[in-house]
């Protein structure tokens, strides 16, 4: 019976080892992602204001001019908080309206801390800068349409959710 002749307390030490082994190597592969994840949360956590991984793939950037969007289709994170960087390079006034969760422009002209996402300031004049941040529906394929108030017919897009 070559059983009987098997060295079993070696073997058992052997594997042993080897599981002490792949522990240790599973820990350590551990540690460095752990804290990889806390930086990467306080970070997004931290830069609001620009969200690079939520900016750059959407394009969250609006420039105004007489009467034209550069940017009439956005794509957004459903849930996510966005900022909307926004330039008017025009001469006239103008504003952005994002529609609420339900899809409808709730006023004629929005106001910054009204019942739909405006622009804050909510009139942009030659030259300003505004943002516009918002908390994006949870309800990935909806189709948000946003406009500038004072030149709804040329100036409109959508926020697709995604
Ligand atoms: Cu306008």
Do not use: W
Not at 13 to 41: K, Q
Not at 74 to 92: D, E, M, Y
Not at 99 to 114: D, E, K, L, S
Request: glycine share 12%.
């Amino acid at each position: 019976m070559r059983l009987d002749r098997l060295p079993v307390g070696e073997a058992l030490v052997g594997f042993l080892a080897v599981v002490l082994i792949a522990t240790f190597l599973l820990a350590s592969r551990d540690l460095p992602g752990g804290s990889t994840a806390d930086a990467g949360a306080s970070a997004s956590a931290g830069a609001s204001a620009t969200p690079a991984g939520s900016t750059a793939p959407g394009g969250l950037e609006i420039t105004m001019t007489d009467n034209k969007f550069d940017n009439t289709e956005l794509t957004a994170a459903a849930g996510a908080t966005v900022t909307i960087n926004i330039k008017n390079s025009g001469t006239a006034v103008h504003n952005l309206h994002v529609a609420g969760a339900n899809g409808q422009f709730g006023a004629q002209y929005c106001t910054t801390n009204g019942a739909d996402p405006c622009s804050n300031p909510n009139r942009l004049a030659a030259g300003s800068t505004a943002t516009l941040s918002f908390t994006v529906p949870n309800t990935p394929g909806a189709k948000i349409p946003y406009r500038c108030d004072f030149h709804p017919a040329d100036m409109n897009g959508t926020i697709t959710v995604k």
